[in-house]
């Protein structure tokens, strides 16, 4: 089969239009002669599946690689299904985190072969193969770990359409020393970090082409402080710019420190995951838990830096009581006014968590992405609130909307106990967690304070005011503008969009 204009096609369906797939740009990195006939196409989950098809056939492929990720598991199954029923000739080859572990609980029996593990070279080969007219016999291909000495890097690739509208994603690492049994970067058990020069000098490439905003999908940053210390360095030397990286909470030595608090406000973002902080549950799911560490880090990051944090909490973790959780938040809000994730526990395929299943009646959806619909401690009903909570908490808390306002909901600290009672109350109105406006909250906010509390109006509608009114912009709401006298007295900020969330929240 002669290589034809376009004959592989690297495709995904991302989240939404702003991200980018770095796994793609690595594949086309690394397609060696091949790369000349290959073109990567990037879709979203809100495309039409049909319109989809339809482009992708419309270059007459002859190779068609899918990008299959829990975010576009099913939609990925019905476009490989819908692709193999109008040009069953074309070959469909997946690969992916979603499809790299067993069991697959989504059905992919449509695609011809599936490629486990990392595709950087194992999808070239296999086209290779397939191209020669000699396609390997095994449909399931498991890939070797590729060799970040060798590869090559995909930065050059990521177009001038991405460097002006969508997030950039590098890496400095792949791979995970610790063993969190929910966890899929746990199954590698070690890190393999990229050879740093070739990577700062691919970040210096990215900086010229004029990209402000990193997001580095490294697990553990901050383990190896030589590396990340030069990274750090490097960002420090480019400021204004915005660099996002994953770290781990008990690992801060005073190199790192000194660097991370010479960042200006709103250049840099610490996503940093605790999950519990019940140290019972944390050692059952083998995830270590250095409380002490991990209070003085938040604190010093708190206190002596401008660093936008962003910690995780999961709800539904094997043995976990909702009052542990509650715990768990309100520990963590008297440390930090940073953003706190609340996510919902997931049982991915390839993790060792089922193993807690019979013990603790852990029940899961059977469809992506897999979370938990209860447990022996927290029913279905729970779970529901709890999902509803976390969306609200969302838009009330990590939004900054409503930083000085919201806190009125809990004067005794209790902030689990009354947000969950706010949470409830605003389904009642709403009967939805999606497509509220921020007026419609703020109103909803106001109502619900005038209702169980004895603010004075004037001083509720003030606060809020200030609140809103922040961002450079906006409108004041109808309903508060008899309170509104004072909005000229309100210092607003401006802010891009990769950073006005932190900007809120300052």
């Not at 819908?82 to 469909?92: D, N, R, S």
């Not at 400095?172 to 050879?195: Q, T, W, Y």
């Not at 619909?373 to 927290?378: E, P, R, S, W």
């Amino acid at each position: 089969m002669a290589p034809t204009q376009n004959s592989i096609l690297l495709t995904t369906l991302n989240a939404r239009y702003t991200h980018s797939a770095i796994g793609l740009r690595y594949i086309f990195a690394n397609m060696d002669a091949l790369q000349a006939t290959t073109a990567i196409r990037e879709f979203t989950i809100n495309d039409n599946i049909q319109d989809i098809a339809e482009k992708l056939l419309s270059e007459k492929p002859a190779i068609i690689g899918i990008g299959v990720y829990i975010w576009n598991a099913e939609q990925c199954a019905e476009l490989v299904s819908l692709i193999k029923q109008v040009a069953p000739a074309t070959i469909v080859v997946l690969g992916g985190p979603e499809v790299s572990y067993t069991p697959l609980r989504v059905n992919f029996d449509a695609a011809d072969h599936i490629v486990q593990g990392e595709g950087d070279t194992a999808f070239h080969d296999l086209c290779r193969a397939v191209l020669a007219g000699l396609p390997p016999k095994q449909r399931i291909i498991q890939a070797a770990m590729a060799d970040l000495d060798h590869i090559v890097l995909p930065y050059d690739y990521y177009s001038d359409e991405d460097v002006a509208n969508r997030y950039i994603y590098v890496e400095a690492s792949r791979g995970c020393p610790f063993l969190c049994e929910f966890c899929l970067s746990s199954i590698d058990k070690k890190v393999r970090n990229i050879d740093t020069d070739k990577l700062l000098e691919a970040l210096e490439k990215l900086y010229q082409r004029g990209v402000r905003s990193f997001k580095f999908i490294d697990r553990t940053f901050n383990l190896n402080v030589k590396i990340a210390g030069r990274l750090l360095d490097f960002f420090l030397e480019r400021q204004p710019c915005f660099v996002h990286f994953e770290v781990i909470p008990d690992h801060f030595p005073d190199p790192l420190k000194e660097r991370i608090a010479r960042f200006p406000a709103a250049a840099l973002q610490l996503e940093i995951g605790i999950q519990t902080l019940n140290t019972e549950v944390a050692d059952r799911i083998q995830r270590n838990l250095k409380l002490d560490k991990i209070k003085e880090n938040i604190r010093f990051l708190e206190n002596e830096t401008s660093a936008h944090m962003h910690l995780d909490l999961i709800v539904g973790l094997p043995g976990e009581t909702l009052a542990s959780f509650g715990s768990n938040l309100n520990r963590l809000c008297t440390m930090t006014n940073s953003e706190i994730q609340i996510g919902i526990l997931k049982k991915l395929s390839g993790t060792s968590l089922h193993r807690h299943d019979g013990a603790f009646d852990m029940v899961y959806s059977a469809k992506p992405p897999y979370d938990i619909l209860k447990n022996d401690l927290l029913s279905f009903d729970d779970i529901q609130q709890m999902k509803r909570f976390a969306r609200f908490w969302d838009l009330y808390y990590n939004s900054g909307n409503f930083k000085q306002s919201l806190k009125l909901l809990w004067p005794d600290g209790d902030v689990f106990e009354q947000f969950h009672a706010f949470s409830v109350w605003v389904f009642e109105q709403t009967q939805s967690t999606w497509k509220i406006s921020l007026e419609r909250l703020a109103q909803l906010l106001f109502d619900y304070l005038r209702e169980t509390s004895d603010h004075v109006p004037e001083a509720l509608a003030t606060l809020l005011i200030g609140d809103i009114m922040k961002l450079e912009g906006r409108k004041v709401p109808n309903f508060l503008k008899p309170f509104a006298l004072a909005f000229a007295q309100v210092q607003q900020s401006s802010a891009t969009g990769h950073n006005k969330r932190q900007i809120r929240r300052l």
